[in-house]
């Protein structure tokens, strides 16, 4: 069920952004945001509009919803066009564009690593290389990247090369850990609502429902933690190593895919619950 407006009150608007067009692997992204635009409708107007119109059409909304809008690095100039107007227009955003994990880049992976928390070995500089696990094999990806856009897997001995030959501080390293599994918990403020795994680490895109245990979720409460988000969808993204503990993957907080098609149907439309209520709480 959708909250309704007062007899009389006039609804708020929702302009909900997302690329209806973009291609993914194994995944459909553009059923998703129609599935959610439809049940949206419910307590709000909703317009849907390609990421590079964003910041043309915010000042007729009363909140913009950015949900699968694709990597950033398709379109960095439409993007930070659109956070100045908004900005400016003091519209909310959701997810809140003070976000610390992927929101703002890949940065956060070597903070994490340094602090100790438990998070797969991440440097960004050659002369702290040193600082990883002997591996046979390194992977080496940009730090605004997404998707695995620009992410490759490279010897050992060639990790201090990849760095040396970038502009400081643009890729980061990270030991190639063999794991069991990779699990995802998803929350909506700092509610968790479901968490989905892949079995085979072959095939990472063939999702099933996951029963997270207390310690998974006090693993993945303590990123959504440190992000201090007070409102937002989070997916906490995170891989099970062969000696059984958790290790973060990613902390994605601008537009995780929710692989709603994956849930049942009463945790599938309590998130949309959960998420209508945690949107109009913005609105005013």
């Keep these: 069920m959708t909250a309704a407006s007062p007899a009389g009150s006039r609804r708020p608007s929702l302009l ?7 291609e993914a692997r194994g995944r459909r992204y553009c059923d998703e945001d129609i599935f959610l635009a439809s049940r949206l409708r419910g307590a709000f107007d909703v317009a849907l509009c390609h990421p590079r119109d964003a910041a043309a059409l915010l000042e007729r909304f009363d909140i913009a919803l950015v949900r699968n809008s694709g990597p950033v690095l398709h379109y960095q100039e439409a993007y930070d066009a659109f956070r100045a107007r908004a900005l400016e227009l003091r519209v909310p955003v959701y997810n809140p564009l003070g976000g610390r994990g992927d929101m703002a880049g890949k940065e956060y992976l070597v903070e994490l690593s340094r602090a100790g928390f438990p998070v797969i070995p991440t440097v960004d500089r050659e002369a702290d290389l ?6 046979t094999e390194y992977v080496v990806k940009p730090k605004l990247g997404a998707d695995s856009v ?13 760095l040396a030959g970038a502009a400081e501080g643009s890729l980061l390293v990270q030991p190639r850990i063999a794991f069991r599994y990779e699990v995802s918990f998803y929350f909506v403020d700092h509610d968790f609502q479901y968490a989905l795994y892949a079995p085979d680490p072959e095939r990472r895109w063939v999702l099933e429902p996951y029963a997270a245990s207390a310690e998974d979720l006090a693993f993945a409460r303590r990123f959504i933690g440190w992000n201090a988000l007070t409102h937002g969808i989070q997916r906490v993204d995170a891989c099970r190593t062969a000696e059984g503990a958790l290790l973060l993957v990613e902390l994605e907080d601008l537009n995780p895919y929710l692989s709603l098609d994956r849930v049942g149907e009463v945790v599938r439309e309590a998130f949309v619950a959960r998420l209508t209520e945690s949107v109009l709480s913005l609105t005013g």
């Design 130 to 135: 040193a600082s990883l696990p002997e591996v």
């Design 150 to 162: 620009g992410l490759r897997f490279v010897p050992g001995d060639a990790a201090g090369a990849e």
């Design 16 to 22: 909900l952004v997302t690329d209806l067009a973009y």
